[in-house]
């Protein structure tokens, strides 16, 4: 399955299969992103990250790719399990800036 | 736990109350965040602070007061709140500038009644 971030915010995906979670950044000066995960009831906790000067990075089961042409970010999450359940927030900054700006957020449901 | 700590975890508070949230951090971090979370809504930054300095703060209603007296230790005074202010609280930490990104709290589910 996959989404379009801000602006299909659900997504539902089926126990063991893929799912890509998309995120289009505004800021061209924006050189580290991040992906953040929300479970209910909890804050967002931090999943992976990648900065402009990679364009892929994988962690367990999650995998960043960056397209700074077209200034999109998405995850993908490898045979995803009901644990994966949760809201993502994307994030960007740049270099010296002191905040981070985060996404709309895409809730992932996964159906047994 | 993440290392930033945030209580209470819930809090229900009339409109004419006076409340406080609180925020704990021992990651070492020199920067601390107020987030307000509402359904279906962005996260929406409300304060920074950098070396215990305010740095931000984005047109929060003065119903919202935040004190930092120290690095390690962040509030969030509340008074005379609106039922539109119920939502999550978040609270989170970084290095300034956030090169590594946030560590969050589990936030206040706050209501107001």
């Known amino acids: 399955g996959e989404s379009v971030g801000l602006h299909l915010p659900t997504l539902s995906v089926q126990e063991g299969d893929n799912s890509i979670i998309n995120c289009a950044y505004s800021?061209?000066?924006?050189?580290?992103f991040i992906w953040y995960k929300q479970e209910s009831g909890k804050g967002p906790q931090f999943i992976i990250d990648?900065?402009?000067?990679?364009d892929k990075r994988q962690g367990q089961r999650v995998t960043v790719l960056l397209n700074k042409t077209v200034k999109h970010l998405s995850l993908q999450i490898a045979a995803t399990q009901p644990g994966d359940s949760a809201v993502y927030f994307c994030?960007?900054?740049?270099?010296?800036?002191?905040?981070?700006?985060f996404g709309q957020g895409t809730r992932l449901t996964i159906n047994p | 736990e993440t290392g930033v700590t945030q209580t209470p975890r819930h809090l229900v508070m009339g409109m004419t109350n006076k409340k406080s949230l609180k925020c704990e951090q021992h990651?070492?971090?020199?920067?601390m965040y107020w987030y307000k979370q509402s359904a279906k809504k962005p996260l929406e930054l409300m304060f920074v602070?950098?070396?215990?300095?305010?740095?931000e703060n984005n047109s929060v209603p003065s119903r919202f007061s935040p004190e930092c007296p120290n690095s390690s230790h962040l509030f969030l005074h509340l008074h005379t709140l609106q039922p539109e202010d119920s939502a999550l609280y978040l609270c989170?930490?970084?290095?300034?500038?956030?090169?590594?990104?946030?560590?969050f709290g589990s936030g206040t589910r706050l209501t107001v009644v």
């Open positions: 990651l070492g971090h020199n920067a």
């Open positions: 989170a930490s970084s290095q300034d500038p956030p090169n590594y990104g946030y560590t």
């Open positions: 994030a960007e900054t740049f270099q010296g800036a002191q905040k981070l700006v």
């Open positions: 602070y950098s070396l215990e300095e305010r740095v």
């Open positions: 800021n061209s000066a924006s050189d580290y």
């Open positions: 990648i900065r402009s000067n990679m």
